[in-house]
């Protein structure tokens, strides 16, 4: 008999959260499983989902106006939207699971657990992300799990630290078969950047926040001042009051060095490619998964000690700084700078482990394993 899964998350947009779920979504076996999709918004890959697939939006997000029209009426008889849309899809779908991913989606956790439906939860977050959650959020997920999935070691350590049981690992991934790059279009970005055949260029992935080391680049642009070298920054542009000061004495102090690219779906990864090398500046992540893009494309990385990086990067793909020890990360530029022997090989078989094909098949069998204990304790 066909398991039903109702997973739940925050808007199948191209995070790296949201990525790893849709991978799965769309390759899990349509003859061991029935799938339902339940998002709070309409992400760039929701209506991707395959037919097979069904799929629900927030009546609040949603783009139909007599979704939005109908919860404004329920609220009129005390009704509560979300308790109400999730309890109609779980009687029409009867799902065995709940699958939530990530525990950014709050509004789930506030209402009652369905009697006799079992409740995955899979963490993407970390410390600096638990500050940002409510701690009934927290508590919540952990009255309400009966299982948990980690996507690192270090996420499953804190799952332990909070004594909760059924904890697993299945790391982060990418699709290495979606990496495409055209020279011909990286040369055009070259141009278009203003980047000369001798300057050293790196590449820094996420949006323009503190957490993600925006601040970081002004020391480093200020030790290579006399240096051709340049930051090509990808990721969305938050217009905050850092970005505006970054930016601002950026241009002022070295025009032309730092380089916001803004959000990218087309093109990413010919952006990426050209650069010299991955800075990654965070202050925390729990895996990162741009490390393991540029791995697959060849591109050393220097990385401050966050997610997998001392575990990932070898001494022949680039540098970890310790305790974020930023004259260690400048080190490590200049040793690419100076042309070290770093090997593509080794940067590209470091990226595969941690691929869509390898670990495709292991998130799959981890999957029926847990749901089938989670569904034998059921029965019994």
């Known amino acids: ?34 799938v339902s999709v339940f998002c709070l918004r309409k992400g760039a890959l929701y209506d991707l989902l395959p037919d097979y697939i069904e799929k629900n939006i927030l009546y609040k997000s949603s783009p139909d106006w007599s979704d939005r029209a109908f919860r404004r009426l329920i609220k009129l008889f005390g009704v509560h939207p979300l308790t109400y849309q999730l309890k109609r899809i779980q009687q029409r779908f009867k799902a065995d699971v709940w699958y939530v991913n990530t525990i950014a989606v709050p509004e789930v956790l506030e209402i009652p657990k369905p009697e006799g439906v079992k409740m995955i939860t899979h963490i993407h977050e970390y410390l600096y992300a638990f500050s940002e959650i409510k701690a009934k959020t927290l508590q919540r997920a952990m009255d309400y799990s009966d299982a948990w999935i980690g996507c690192s070691d270090m996420v499953c350590a804190k799952l332990v630290d909070l004594k909760q049981q059924n904890v697993s ?3 982060s991934f990418v699709d290495t078969e979606t990496i495409h790059t055209d020279p011909l279009k990286i040369a055009a970005i070259k141009e278009k950047l203003g980047i000369l055949p001798g300057d050293q260029v790196w590449v820094v992935s996420g949006g323009t926040k503190y957490m993600k080391g925006l601040d ?17 920054w990808l990721g969305a542009q938050v217009s905050n009051a850092l970005e505006l000061y970054v930016r601002t004495v950026a241009e002022e102090k070295y025009p032309g060095r730092l380089l916001f690219a803004g959000a990218l779906a087309a093109d990413y990864y010919n952006y990426m490619s050209a650069a010299t090398g ?5 202050r925390e992540e729990t895996f990162s998964l741009v490390m393991i893009e540029a791995a697959y494309l060849g591109l050393p990385i220097v990385a401050f000690d966050i997610g997998i990086a001392s575990a990932f990067i070898q001494k022949d793909m680039g540098t970890v700084a310790k305790n974020r020890n930023l004259d260690e990360l400048i080190l490590g530029m200049e040793k690419v700078h100076e042309g070290a022997g770093y090997s ?15 670990q495709l098949p292991l998130y799959e069998q981890l999957l029926a394993k847990v749901i089938a204990q989670l569904t034998a304790e059921n029965q019994d």
């Open 1 to 34: 008999m066909k398991k039903r899964i109702l997973f739940i998350t925050q808007d199948l947009g191209r995070t790296g959260s949201e990525m790893v779920l849709w991978y799965l979504l769309i390759n899990l076996d349509r003859e061991k499983y029935e």
């Open 169 to 171: 690992l299945q790391y």
């Open 344 to 358: 593509k090989v080794s940067l590209r078989n470091a990226a595969m482990a941690y691929s869509a094909k390898q």
């Open 216 to 232: 970081q680049v002004l020391p480093i642009l200020e030790h290579f001042k006399a240096e051709p070298v340049k930051i090509i």
């Open 278 to 282: 991955l800075l990654l500046l965070s």
